[in-house]
């Protein structure tokens, strides 16, 4: 393969059966240059999976309903990037409601563990940091009801979402800490939870001088994200408003959502470094048919990862994080338009 210039390039594989592509994968090399460096500000990483063990699904993947009694595996996993081993605290919570009051149920508080250093070239090294059973009650158990499992750990939650999260704090260091949470939902279908595909709920409002649309995390602690959007807006008006046809509404949510979702999946990992919404975003985009396209939307995810440890001025960083956010919105826009047409 003739590489005329050093420099990055993208190895594409394509899968062809019966003249249709069936499958694809990209992957980057390095020709007489080296791969960039880890990002300094993102040397470590943690990762939550909880499966339901009573029924076998991955709730982390793929979020079904909880039933009064199932018994869920929570294992919070840390990767270590660094060539250095490194010591961290672990804090792990579920939000709960026990006799009618929210508390906080503590799985880990400032659990002590030592990373194992990475291995140079290498992606990291990862090591479990946590696995816990918890068996599920709501309401709270009845006297002579059968707690199936006395070995375990037991919480009483009210039907509807809660929220498991984790923070890792690396000791001695000034680095804010890495975060990550997943939600659960209690004898509630998710979907229905969050109010339809989306992640968040809309909410109109008439505000002049407003934008058009304006995502927010209220409040924060809840993981409850709202999507306001401004019916007072000139764009709105003519897409959405008394004249506007079906295509002009559907063009119109469709470039509300996209900008919604961007905010939704960047916004914790720049404020608190919590990947949870951007890894979700990243898995959604398995769904897109277009190989070709596929590969580039993860592509771009992943570069917006990596801009996150590589800004050293934020008027660059905001320079670039702009690009890669025009171009996932360009590519959920393509992938928009053809399941429209």
């Not at 300094?40 to 009573?54: A, D, M, P």
């Not at 503590?106 to 140079?120: M, S, T």
């Not at 090591?127 to 199936?148: C, F, H, M, N, Y």
């Not at 809660?162 to 949470?181: G, I, K, M, Q």
């Amino acid at each position: 393969m003739e590489c005329p210039t050093p420099g990055k390039y993208t190895l594409q594989l394509t899968v062809i059966s019966n003249g249709n592509v069936v499958a694809s994968k990209s992957m980057p090399i390095f020709v007489e240059q080296d791969p960039p460096k880890p990002p300094e500000r993102n040397k470590q990483s943690i990762g939550i999976r909880i499966v339901n063990e009573t029924t076998g699904d991955d709730l982390s993947s793929s979020p079904r309903r909880i039933r009064d009694g199932d018994v869920l595996s929570i294992a919070v996993t840390g990767t270590n990037r660094d060539y250095r081993d490194t010591l961290c605290l672990l804090d792990v919570s579920l939000r709960a409601f026990v006799s009618g009051e929210e508390n906080t149920l503590l799985l880990a508080d400032d659990d002590e563990h030592i990373l194992p250093a990475a291995i140079p070239g290498a992606d990291g090294v990862k090591k479990e940091l946590l696995r816990e059973k918890v068996q599920i009650w709501t309401p709270s158990p009845r006297a002579g009801d059968d707690l199936r499992h006395d070995d375990l750990r037991h919480v009483v939650l009210s039907p509807g979402r809660h929220r498991v999260s984790a923070d890792l704090y690396v000791v001695a260091s000034d680095d804010p800490p890495v975060h990550a949470s997943r939600n659960i939902y209690v004898e509630v279908d998710p979907k229905a939870a969050k109010g339809g595909a989306m992640p968040f709920r809309f909410q109109p409002v008439d505000r002049a001088m407003s934008p058009l649309c304006e995502i927010n995390e209220e409040p924060a602690e809840s993981n409850e994200w709202v999507l306001y959007y401004n019916r007072t807006n000139v764009l709105y008006e003519q897409t959405v408003g008394l004249m506007g046809s079906m295509a002009a509404k559907m063009a119109f949510y469709g470039h509300v959502c996209i900008e919604a979702l961007l905010d939704w999946a960047l916004l914790p990992y720049l404020e608190r470094r919590d990947d949870s919404n951007l890894e979700e975003l990243r898995k959604s985009g398995r769904s897109i048919g277009d190989g070709e396209l596929r590969d580039l939307y993860d592509d771009r995810i992943q570069h917006a990862i990596a801009l996150c440890g590589f800004s050293t001025k934020q008027e660059e960083f905001a320079i670039e994080m702009n690009r890669c956010r025009r171009e996932m919105g360009g590519i959920m826009s393509s992938v928009l338009r053809q399941r429209m047409q």
